[in-house]
Nanobody, 132 residues
Framework: QVQLVESGGGSVQAGGSLRLSCAAS???????????MGWFRQAPGKEREGVAV????????YYVDSVKDRFTISQGNAKNTLTLQMNSLKPEDTAMYYC??????????????????????WGQGTQVTVSS
């Protein structure tokens, strides 16, 4: 059973930076060697939205327009971690951020995941609060 645990959330002033991390466990490399992973967020009273998703076998990651040029998704050196570097944070970035994953075979599936949010595994979330 794959498990995801997020960390790195906190409070920061507008214009500041935060780096979120997601640690994965309970998987086997033979059955989970190709996958899509990403970050989603949900603010109170608003719908969940995909923030950034990537396919580990290549291609460019996908970002929601509102975070392009500010956020960067990447995989840690240990290969079982996923990070989201968030710069130039804005109050509208305030939300609960969730790590998600699923098995994938094409980069297009990463885009599909970002759009439909149909991940097989989810973390518990980490809160990000940006003050003005």
């Amino acid at each position: 059973q794959v498990q995801l645990v997020e960390s790195g959330g906190g409070s920061v002033q507008a214009g500041g930076s935060l780096r979120l991390s997601c640690a994965a466990s309970g998987y086997t490399t033979t059955s989970f060697n190709r996958y899509c992973m990403g970050w989603f967020r949900q603010a109170p009273g608003k719908e969940r939205e995909g923030v950034a998703v990537f396919y580990n076998e290549g291609g460019q990651p996908y970002y929601v327009d509102s975070v392009k040029d500010r956020f960067t998704i990447s995989q840690g050196n240990a290969k079982n971690t996923l990070t989201l570097q968030m710069n130039s944070l804005k109050p509208e970035d305030t939300a609960m951020y969730y790590c998600a994953a699923k098995r994938c075979w094409t980069a297009l599936q990463a885009l599909d995941l970002m759009k439909n949010g149909e991940a097989a595994y989810w973390g518990q979330g980490t809160q990000v609060t940006v003050s003005s």
